[in-house]
């Protein structure tokens, strides 16, 4: 009797481990595409605007050059803050392993659109920009970096800046799934007050992605959703015109710096009410 029984036990505990091995290589083949999948869009990423790069000339070379600097002091102070999990080269001959090409850049004038906000204007106020430069840095085939220059009074000045393996690893999957299937060739970089866009075609139809891509506009939503970042605009410049003429609110401003938002909720409550 004891002998079955422990010949039960014994084939019980084989069942149950049969089964821990049976989960374990689920596991192993699940966390096997996820990784392959995942690696498959970087790559995927890496190669997506080929159809549109274009080797850097000897001018943007020159622009390149011009804000080594101050991409390098960027680089130092990340990595004394802790934060230097992105930074990709901390010399310039890691620097300069980088090998950078342009992409095609173009503006949605403010002006000429706020004229006639409509979609059917749209397309009509996009036009190449002038003095910015987009740049996209590789290194060993990797997106590494991608670099708005902008030329100010002769001097080029780095804008739009985003760098780091990692950085591109978590975020890039949505841009890749939403340019699978543009018309070939059509994809480039859009600048409008101060942001940057993703444009493309489908079919020839326009089409519209915030940086990363996970917010998708057609003609129509994008022009709503630009005439939205002109009332954005109009309010930042409504209140600091107002506080440019209102020393009292700049030294409230001061006060309140170190404050807890409950505490400056009263504070202002109390400003206003002592105004009046």
Known sequence: MESKIELY??????KKIIIVMRVFLCFIVVS?????????KI???????????????KEQKAIISELKPVLLHIAKRMQVSGSGENVVYQSEEEFDEIDFT???????????????????????CIH???GREFFLGKKDGNVVIALEAINRDSIWSKGFSVEGNKYFEENFSWIHDRLIGCDEGSSYFLTFLERVY??????????FFNFIGNMCFDRKSFAFAMLGQKKLKNSYEEYFDKMARDPEMMKQIEKER??????IQKERQKWEKDKK
Not at 9 to 14: A, E, H, I, L, R
Not at 43 to 57: A, L, T
Request: glycine share 6%; proline share 8%; hydrophobic share 25%.
């Open 9 to 14: 036990d014994v084939w019980v505990c084989g």
């Open 43 to 57: 790559e995927d990423f890496n190669k997506m605007f080929n159809d549109v790069e274009r080797p850097v000339d």
């Open 32 to 40: 096997y595409f996820c990784i392959s999948c995942t690696g498959s």
């Open 258 to 263: 170190n404050m807890t938002c409950e505490e």
């Open 198 to 207: 993703v444009g493309c075609t489908y079919g020839g139809e326009p089409c």
């Open 128 to 130: 190449p920009v002038k």
């Open 102 to 124: 342009s992409l095609p850049y173009y503006e949605l004038n403010e002006n000429e659109f706020y004229e006639d906000p409509s979609p059917e204007n749209l397309m009509n």
